[in-house]
């Protein structure tokens, strides 16, 4: 499908949802590659509906461009730059709300998509993961659900919101990098005047991951470290090389003693998550692919999901101790923490009731990990993380369909005088 900046304007049916979601698809967004391609045509589609923009950007670590975007859409007679509440609004919708989605997506290669039909088709080329196909009740497509399809419904659920009876401001939030360390979202957090007006609001905050309209009140965050052990290359029939695998094997011995301390100690343990460990997680590779020369360096790395008062903090400082004594090197990796709502607050409440579902935790990491200023923070969006990251990535219809009505209903109950 064609990158058109004028597609069609979000009317708020499913039709148009199918119709963005095919358009949002259709970007090839793999992390590896610049999203700011579809950051655009998602900033055309939010200005045609009245949203004012903030565009930051940056060159990720190979130099490929990279785009966030903040959106926000102030009742009528407000000014973009005031931050202040309207003076007559609910206190219940006073500070609006904002939804947050990344617009990358996760590499393709081996994909699959949809079954093959049951006649054959008229052309030769069969449909790509950049081409979304509409069959059996679901939408294929990279992206289709993790998260274009929550990024259609939204779009579609604001159509439905006449700016006349907005008491308070809605936020679109779309960012890089998800994928691959939240980089787009720090990124955002330290360099946007647009994230700094939202701060400052403290809206409902909505990350539109796929939880099948489930609400995520907590999940899990996201840390690690790498240890570098440097030798001496050499032939390995003289002794003119240093293994540097040599000093990394105790490190190693080290690191499955911490595993296993994670399984086996309750201080370090939460059971409001499945499963309730760090999910403590390593490996190591010296490099080499040939048995004559002694390997000249070995690198192990370290991952690890925090809870909201389990942070591994004391494991990666003995591991530390550990590699200065076998003159190792560790370095940190930045991820991002957990995210924490009171699951009695009146969001989750709120949410749970528009939704018709259970609130519950879970074991992956999010953007909202990374939007620690923001008071109310909620996951909730159409489509299973089943599906997420897949070779034949769908999204079902049904669930684009309650998204659009869950958000329209909580747009309305945090954004409008309309009950």
């Known amino acids: 499908m064609p990158h058109s900046i004028e597609a069609p304007h979000p009317d708020g049916t499913i039709a148009s949802a ?19 391609d579809i950051n655009d045509w998602c900033a055309a589609t939010l200005a045609r509906m009245g949203f004012t923009l903030w565009h930051s950007g940056y060159r990720d670590d190979r130099g490929v461009r990279k785009s966030n975007l903040v959106a926000v859409r102030k009742p009528s007679g407000v000014e973009p730059h005031e931050t202040s509440v309207v003076r007559h609004a609910a206190p219940s919708s006073q500070q609006g709300l904002a939804y947050f989605c990344h617009t990358d997506v996760v ?14 088709r008229t052309d030769d080329a069969a449909a790509g993961p950049f081409d979304a196909v509409v069959t059996d009740e679901r939408v294929y497509g990279r992206g289709a659900c993790d998260m274009k399809g929550s990024l259609a419904a939204m779009l579609s659920a604001v159509a439905r919101v006449d700016v006349g009876q907005q008491t308070a401001p809605i936020w ?66 003289t002794n003119f090389g240093t293994n540097a695998n040599e000093a990394m094997v105790p490190m190693l011995v080290k690191l499955l003693e911490l595993c296993q301390r994670t399984r086996d100690d309750a201080r370090l343990q939460d059971d409001r998550f499945d499963p309730p460990v760090l999910s403590w997680n390593f490996g190591v590779s010296d490099h080499s692919n040939v048995v004559n020369i002694t390997p000249e360096r070995s690198d192990a790395w370290v991952s690890f999901r925090t809870m909201p008062e389990v942070d591994g903090a004391e494991l990666v400082a003995e591991a530390d101790a550990a590699a200065r004594r076998l003159g190792l090197t560790l370095t940190p990796i930045a991820g991002c923490d957990p995210l924490w709502t009171d699951p009695d ?40 993380i089943a599906q997420a990251h897949t070779v034949d990535e769908w999204i079902a219809i049904d669930q684009l369909q309650r998204g659009i009505d869950c958000y329209e209903k909580a747009l309305h109950h945090w954004c409008t005088t309309v009950a």
């Open 172 to 237: 679109i939030v779309c960012t890089a990098d998800e994928e691959v360390g939240f980089n787009g979202a720090k990124h955002m957090v330290d360099h946007c005047d647009g994230y700094r007006d939202l701060v400052r609001a403290d809206p409902v905050a909505v990350i539109g991951e796929p939880t099948e309209m489930n609400v995520v009140y907590a999940h899990k965050g996201i840390q690690g470290f790498t240890v570098h052990s440097r030798g001496r290359a050499g032939h390995s029939a």
């Open 345 to 384: 607050s009146e969001i989750v409440t709120q949410f749970r009731s528009i939704a018709g579902t259970r609130s519950q935790t879970v074991c992956y990491a999010t953007d909202g990990g990374v939007l620690g200023e923001l008071s109310r923070r909620i996951v909730i969006g159409p489509g299973s």
């Open 18 to 36: 199918i119709t963005t979601l095919e358009q949002l698809i259709s970007f090839p967004s793999v992390s590896a590659k610049s999203n700011v």
């Open 107 to 120: 590499p393709a290669k081996k994909w699959v998509g949809a079954p093959a039909p049951p006649f054959p």
